[in-house]
């Protein structure tokens, strides 16, 4: 038998049994260490909070560097967050900015509590990075420096005073020192280590700086947003009736059958797609528009001017270049508005000019090709949406609304700037990152009804869906069940060519089993809508929406 041997004279050899009590000792200051990081991290998310509620919302630390990484995320991996994580994009990112801090905190607490210049200097690289990116934005101004810069330096100081208890609170001797015996009887070795008066002031002082943060952060956030509430000046706007009024829609644009989308999307469920992490908000009475670059007579137009001029209505189905093939970000609303080609005729445009850009409150920027807003087409400054004074979530207190193109080519929310320049002068936005320059809409169709994976009764079923070619139009849509013969689908009602269209078919004998069906639509310019699969990035998806079913 083979047993464990000692040397003559030497008791055997037995377990460490001061082992896990060290083990638990180390964890408890390393906690203590993380603390000490993630209760300085959370004093510089407060102040740099509370400094913007008086520069701006937008140069809150967090806010400044998530706006900065969506300007330079790469285009693929913004369609995969789009893609991914749709209207919830946003909120993810701020998340991930989130954790990513609170990593960086406990790493430079660990640091801190052994060097606290060290981790001093992680928090002035905080500040610095948010400076730099506040300061990034086309719009922003020396103001927006200030909250980054004092949450860095605000942070760094809360860092190194509570490190400094921290090393207070640890016990005169090495980690690792065995305790001397008692002379009475021992302690059981899971007994909890009595707590000395310095680790008590340590645990008051790291809790009271959280809770501290918590109230200084939560004061400054809602402090910015009274600041900033526009809610009752949005409420104040009288939107004058229009001067050209749209003709009432006909009810037969809608095929009444359920599960199939309304006509006109409610304002609220308007599909909302844009790099804003905080929605603009604009006081209508100190809003201007500037109109400049290659016109005769530069205009500047304040909020009252532009109620004055003569308001029509528009009908107009708007979509994303980010949808995908049977996506969501599609929808059709009532737009009220001044003629935006009106306007620029005013201005008096000079020879040579091919772009027309729009400027937003954020700093976006979306280029339009301008011989098609000059073309007879309805483009609008829109300032109405569905018979409501347009959202501040859809471009409160003015956007542009320029039917056939894409939003990012289209629809500048928050409009404060137009300039009329050329192509090869400037690259918008979204150019800049690879986008097509002109962006206009493909046809597009979808099945809506059944839902995908419904289980539908054999026999008769009715397939419903939508499909849209704006500026052009829908003229015919076929639906087909496993790759067998077309069948032409039966349109709804046209209610012209800037509007989707709705369309149904009857499935005659559906069987027991699983189905797929598929959809195509023709544009009046005899176009069939493309069979290829095709990513929206450049220029908008395409390929064929299908969807299985299962009857039984």
Same mark, same amino acid.
């Given at each position: 038998?083979?047993?464990?041997?000692?040397?003559?004279?030497?008791?055997?050899?037995?377990?460490?049994?001061?082992?896990?009590?060290?083990?638990?000792?180390?964890?408890?200051?390393?906690?203590?260490?993380?603390?000490?990081?993630?209760?300085?991290?959370?004093?510089?998310?407060?102040?740099?909070?509370?400094?913007?509620?008086?520069?701006?919302?937008?140069?809150?630390?967090?806010?400044?560097?998530?706006?900065?990484?969506?300007?330079?995320?790469?285009?693929?991996?913004?369609?995969?967050?789009?893609?991914?994580?749709?209207?919830?994009?946003?909120?993810?990112?701020?998340?991930?900015?989130?954790?990513?801090?609170?990593?960086?905190?406990?790493?430079?607490?660990?640091?801190?509590?052994?060097?606290?210049?060290?981790?001093?200097?992680?928090?002035?690289?905080?500040?610095?990075?948010?400076?730099?990116?506040?300061?990034?934005?086309?719009?922003?101004?020396?103001?927006?420096?200030?909250?980054?810069?004092?949450?860095?330096?605000?942070?760094?100081?809360?860092?190194?005073?509570?490190?400094?208890?921290? /090393? @207070? &609170?640890?016990?005169?001797? !090495? *980690?690792?020192? +065995? %305790?001397? #015996?008692?002379? =009475?009887?021992?302690? $059981?070795?899971?007994?909890?280590?009595?707590?000395?008066?310095?680790?008590?002031?340590?645990?008051?002082?790291?809790?009271?700086?959280?809770?501290?943060?918590?109230?200084?952060?939560?004061?400054?956030?809602?402090?910015?947003?009274?600041?900033?509430?526009?809610?009752?000046? /949005? @409420? &104040?706007?009288?939107?004058? !009736? *229009?001067?050209? +009024? %749209?003709? #009432?829609?006909? =009810?037969?644009?809608? $095929?009444?059958?359920?599960?199939?989308?309304?006509?006109?999307?409610?304002?609220?469920?308007?599909?909302?797609?844009?790099?804003?992490?905080?929605?603009?908000?604009?006081?209508?009475?100190?809003?201007?528009?500037?109109?400049?670059?290659?016109?005769?007579?530069?205009?500047?137009?304040?909020?009252?001017?532009?109620?004055?001029?003569?308001?029509?209505?528009?009908?107009?189905?708007?979509?994303?270049?980010?949808?995908?093939?049977?996506?969501?970000?599609?929808?059709?609303?009532?737009?009220?508005?001044?003629?935006?080609?009106?306007?620029?005729?005013?201005?008096?445009?000079?020879?040579?000019?091919?772009?027309?850009?729009?400027?937003?409150?954020?700093?976006?920027?979306?280029?339009?090709?301008?011989?098609?807003?000059?073309?007879?087409?309805?483009?609008?400054?829109?300032?109405?949406?569905?018979?409501?004074?347009?959202?501040?979530?859809?471009?409160?207190?003015?956007?542009?609304?320029?039917?056939?193109?894409?939003?990012?080519?289209?629809?500048?929310?928050?409009?404060?700037?137009?300039?009329?320049?050329?192509?090869?002068?400037?690259?918008?936005?979204?150019?800049?990152?690879?986008?097509?320059?002109?962006?206009?809409?493909?046809?597009?169709?979808?099945?809506?009804?059944?839902?995908?994976?419904?289980?539908?009764?054999?026999?008769?079923?009715?397939?419903?869906?939508?499909?849209?070619?704006?500026?052009?139009?829908?003229?015919?849509?076929?639906?087909?069940?496993?790759?067998?013969?077309?069948?032409?689908?039966?349109?709804?009602?046209?209610?012209?060519?800037?509007?989707?269209?709705?369309?149904?078919?009857?499935?005659?004998?559906?069987?027991?089993?699983?189905?797929?069906?598929?959809?195509?639509?023709?544009?009046?310019?005899?176009?069939?809508?493309?069979?290829?699969?095709?990513?929206?990035?450049?220029?908008?998806?395409?390929?064929?929406?299908?969807?299985?079913?299962?009857?039984?």
């Amino acid at each position: 038998m083979v047993g464990v041997s000692s040397e003559p004279g030497q008791a055997p050899a037995t377990p460490d049994a001061s082992r896990p009590r060290r083990l638990r000792a180390s964890a408890v200051r390393a906690a203590g260490a993380a603390a000490v990081g993630v209760a300085a991290a959370a004093s510089a998310i407060a102040l740099g909070e509370l400094v913007s509620a008086f520069t701006g919302p937008a140069g809150a630390p967090a806010l400044a560097v998530g706006s900065a990484a969506i300007d330079l995320t790469p285009t693929p991996l913004k369609e995969y967050a789009v893609r991914t994580f749709g209207t919830n994009d946003k909120p993810v990112l701020l998340g991930g900015i989130y954790l990513t801090l609170t990593a960086l905190a406990v790493l430079a607490g660990l640091i801190a509590v052994r060097r606290p210049r060290a981790g001093a200097a992680m928090f002035a690289v905080f500040g610095g990075v948010g400076a730099w990116a506040a300061m990034s934005r086309s719009t922003s101004g020396p103001a927006y420096l200030l909250p980054s810069l004092a949450a860095g330096l605000g942070g760094a100081a809360v860092l190194v005073l509570l490190a400094g208890r921290y /090393r @207070r &609170a640890l016990p005169a001797g !090495p *980690p690792s020192a +065995p %305790a001397p #015996a008692p002379a =009475a009887d021992p302690a $059981p070795a899971d007994a909890p280590e009595p707590v000395r008066p310095d680790r008590r002031q340590f645990l008051v002082a790291t809790g009271g700086t959280v809770a501290v943060a918590a109230a200084v952060g939560w004061a400054g956030r809602s402090l910015s947003q009274s600041r900033n509430d526009i809610s009752a000046a /949005r @409420r &104040a706007v009288r939107i004058p !009736p *229009p001067a050209r +009024p %749209a003709t #009432a829609l006909p =009810a037969a644009v809608h $095929p009444g059958i359920p599960g199939l989308s309304p006509f006109v999307t409610p304002n609220a469920d308007f599909y909302r797609v844009d790099t804003a992490l905080t929605l603009p908000k604009i006081d209508p009475d100190r809003w201007s528009l500037r109109v400049h670059g290659l016109v005769d007579r530069p205009l500047l137009i304040s909020f009252d001017e532009l109620l004055r001029l003569p308001l029509e209505e528009l009908d107009h189905t708007m979509s994303c270049v980010s949808n995908e093939v049977g996506g969501p970000y599609v929808g059709t609303t009532r737009w009220l508005g001044a003629a935006l080609p009106a306007l620029l005729r005013s201005a008096g445009v000079r020879a040579g000019a091919d772009q027309l850009v729009g400027r937003s409150q954020d700093g976006m920027s979306i280029g339009t090709p301008l011989e098609s807003v000059l073309d007879g087409r309805r483009a609008l400054l829109a300032v109405a949406m569905n018979g409501e004074t347009l959202p501040v979530a859809h471009g409160f207190p003015c956007r542009t609304v320029v039917p056939g193109f894409y939003g990012y080519t289209s629809a500048t929310k928050w409009l404060t700037e137009l300039e009329v320049t050329t192509f090869a002068r400037y690259d918008p936005y979204w150019v800049r990152r690879g986008w097509d320059r002109t962006g206009a809409v493909r046809t597009a169709s979808r099945i809506e009804v059944p839902a995908g994976f419904a289980r539908v009764p054999a026999g008769t079923v009715t397939v419903a869906g939508t499909a849209w070619a704006t500026h052009r139009g829908v003229a015919a849509v076929e639906v087909r069940v496993d790759d067998g013969p077309w069948a032409e689908a039966t349109l709804a009602a046209d209610a012209g060519p800037d509007l989707w269209r709705q369309w149904s078919w009857d499935w005659p004998g559906a069987r027991p089993g699983t189905h797929t069906l598929q959809v195509r639509a023709t544009d009046t310019t005899g176009a069939v809508q493309p069979e290829a699969r095709a990513a929206p990035f450049p220029s908008g998806s395409t390929g064929w929406h299908s969807t299985v079913v299962t009857v039984v």
